[in-house]
């Protein structure tokens, strides 16, 4: 996974609570093996209307949003049922940092075990970056390191837990975290070879 150390970049801003995994990503695209790809369906049913064509009223495809790498969002985001599905949904379509006042508990981990950064936020701050981002472009600067949101008029910071700010600043997953230890086990197991079973 690519390490996340400050991540700058435009933020989307989605001022609706509950917003669910199958509207993340709708269970008639979960057909795909591999983890790529998913990022054309997302949010698919707010984001085009019956005919196809692009849902201009919907907040991704607002002018101002387009290109988004971060989405700011409202209570309880990723609710709903556990795929992990959601987290690659919005990781193909560009995003590396959700913002929200709360997360459903496997939604927010299975970001974290797929290099994405959900954070947790007082919900008075994420008003104000839901204010900000509705009509204009907004701009934030995600410094994992300090643990830190800035923007021209807008600072704060934000807790993370030690081993999963480790693991996304180096870009590991939990196989490159075993994969660290690959002399000891090779060396368990050839001192194990040929023991009795």
């Given at each position: 996974?690519?390490?996340?150390?400050?991540?700058?970049?435009?933020?989307?801003?989605?001022?609706?609570?509950?917003?669910?995994?199958?509207?993340?990503?709708?269970?008639?695209?979960?057909?795909?093996?591999?983890?790529?790809?998913?990022?054309?369906?997302?949010?698919?049913?707010?984001?085009?209307?019956?005919?196809?064509?692009?849902?201009?009223?919907?907040?991704?495809?607002?002018?101002?949003?387009?290109?988004?790498?971060?989405?700011?969002?409202?209570?309880?985001?990723?609710?709903?049922?556990?795929?992990?599905?959601?987290?690659?949904?919005?990781?193909?379509?560009?995003?590396?940092?959700?913002?929200?006042?709360?997360?459903?508990?496997?939604?927010?981990?299975?970001?974290?075990?797929?290099?994405?950064?959900?954070?947790?936020?007082?919900?008075?701050?994420?008003?104000?970056?839901?204010?900000?981002?509705?009509?204009?472009?907004?701009?934030?600067?995600?410094?994992?390191?300090?643990?830190?949101?800035?923007?021209?008029?807008?600072?704060?910071?934000?807790?993370?837990?030690?081993?999963?700010?480790?693991?996304?600043?180096?870009?590991?997953?939990?196989?490159?975290?075993?994969?660290?230890?690959?002399?000891?086990i090779k060396e368990y197991e050839d001192k194990m070879a040929g023991q009795p079973v």
């Amino acid at each position: 996974m690519e390490p996340l150390k400050v991540h700058e970049g435009k933020a989307a801003t989605m001022n609706r609570v509950n917003v669910d995994t199958d509207q993340i990503i709708p269970k008639q695209f979960l057909k795909r093996v591999e983890r790529t790809g998913f990022g054309q369906f997302l949010f698919f049913d707010w984001r085009f209307k019956a005919d196809g064509s692009e849902n201009e009223e919907f907040e991704l495809n607002q002018p101002h949003a387009k290109g988004a790498t971060i989405l700011v969002a409202g209570h309880n985001f990723g609710c709903g049922s556990s795929r992990e599905h959601a987290p690659w949904a919005l990781h193909d379509y560009g995003f590396r940092v959700v913002i929200a006042p709360n997360f459903a508990d496997i939604f927010f981990n299975n970001c974290l075990k797929n290099g994405m950064l959900p954070i947790r936020l007082d919900e008075k701050y994420v008003y104000q970056l839901l204010q900000k981002g509705e009509n204009d472009e907004l701009r934030l600067t995600v410094d994992l390191e300090n643990q830190t949101i800035q923007s021209e008029d807008f600072e704060t910071s934000f807790a993370i837990d030690p081993y999963w700010k480790e693991m996304l600043l180096n870009g590991w997953d939990e196989i490159s975290l075993t994969l660290k230890y690959d002399g000891k086990i090779k060396e368990y197991e050839d001192k194990m070879a040929g023991q009795p079973v």
